[in-house]
């Protein structure tokens, strides 16, 4: 029996699974996100190797691990992380690649689309065979990751804010806030500043339930970040000239359909969008036994289904 290690790292989380060739799952680790934007290269290296060595320690006795692929944020910009990676694997086949990957993989398989991600960041790529990845904006929370969860729950803290100081226009998102973290934002502010992008982007579900109850500030932040997606496409669009399918992934996809749904009734003539139904870590898994030259049967998926879900997903922010 072959093993492999599927990691699938943003900034918010890392999921790293250690699994069988028949997808089974024999051990996880979830812990802090391992984007070098926010933590640097080195960082970024030394939490997905101290993930693959604490894996290693449920490698059955005597066996080997046959490859490792790795779906990790930002990692075109910083090679040498994979270079530090393949050092310590010691000649395991290897190879990280775009975050956006694993959710191609997972929801596409190896056919041609466009990613939309829309997580604690956001992305927009153009997968072609025999071309490199083509992103459309994706260039991270200090230029653009408007839509993105980090975008929807910084919105939403400038703008109770904004009411508290006397700038801005009522808001139930400042209720909302309070109720959450029993204090005001302005009060809050330390806890904001320590917890960082992926504390802001928790936030996202307040801007949520606002829009639910027809608060007029957060439908305001939900339509823009439903529009910033909506040109996203319509850029993907003109740049092939034919509809696509929509590998679509990212925790604010996943859990508020509602945002989902308005994306895809606007998306471009012909376009489909196809939710991911799996973790991502599974489109991880694939990618390392392709790695490899090998293929998944039909009880993969469900073998993987019955295990994965074994092990829990800690908080962690």
């Known amino acids: 029996m072959k093993y492999f290690i599927g990691i699938d790292a943003s900034g918010s989380k890392t999921d790293a699974i250690l699994f069988s ?3 089974c799952v024999v051990a996880r680790e979830y812990t802090r996100g391992a984007n070098a934007f926010d933590i640097g290269p080195t960082e970024t290296a ?4 101290d993930t693959v060595d604490q894996l290693l320690t449920s ?15 930002v990692i075109s910009f910083y090679p040498e992380v994979e270079d530090k990676v393949k050092k310590h694997l010691s000649g395991t086949p290897c190879k990280l690649d775009s975050i956006v990957t694993s959710v191609l993989a997972a929801t596409l398989g ?8 829309s997580g604690t960041g956001s992305y927009c790529c153009i997968r072609e065979a025999g071309k490199p990845l083509q992103y459309i904006g994706s260039s991270g929370y200090l230029l653009d990751t408007t839509g993105s969860g980090y975008y929807l729950g910084q919105q939403a803290l400038i703008a109770s804010q904004r009411e508290l100081d006397g700038r801005g226009e009522k808001t139930i998102i400042t209720e909302l806030i309070q109720q959450e973290v029993g204090e005001n934002v302005l009060e809050h502010l330390p806890v904001i500043y320590a917890g960082g992008r992926p504390y802001i982007a928790s936030f996202a579900q307040t801007v949520m339930n606002a829009y639910a109850q027809g608060d007029k500030v957060a439908k305001c932040i939900f339509e823009q970040g439903v529009n910033a997606y909506v040109e996203s496409l319509e850029t993907a669009y003109r740049i092939l000239q034919h509809p696509f399918k929509i590998a ?20 471009p003539e012909g376009c489909t969008m196809i939710k991911l139904d799996m973790p ?6 694939l ?14 998926k469900p073998n993987f289904n019955r295990t994965y879900f074994r092990y829990p997903t800690p908080k962690l922010y």
């Open 280 to 285: 991502a870590v599974y489109g991880s898994a």
């Open 248 to 267: 679509t992934g990212g925790g604010v996809f996943l859990h508020f359909s509602e945002y989902a749904t308005a994306v895809a009734q606007r998306a």
């Open 46 to 49: 030394k939490r997905i190797c």
């Open 287 to 300: 990618e390392a036994v392709w790695l490899t030259g090998g293929n998944v049967d039909e009880q993969f």
């Open 59 to 73: 490698l059955p006795k005597g066996e080997k691990l046959a490859g490792l692929f790795g779906s990790v944020s």
């Open 21 to 23: 060739q028949d997808g």
């Open 110 to 117: 190896k056919e041609d689309g466009v990613c939309l991600i």
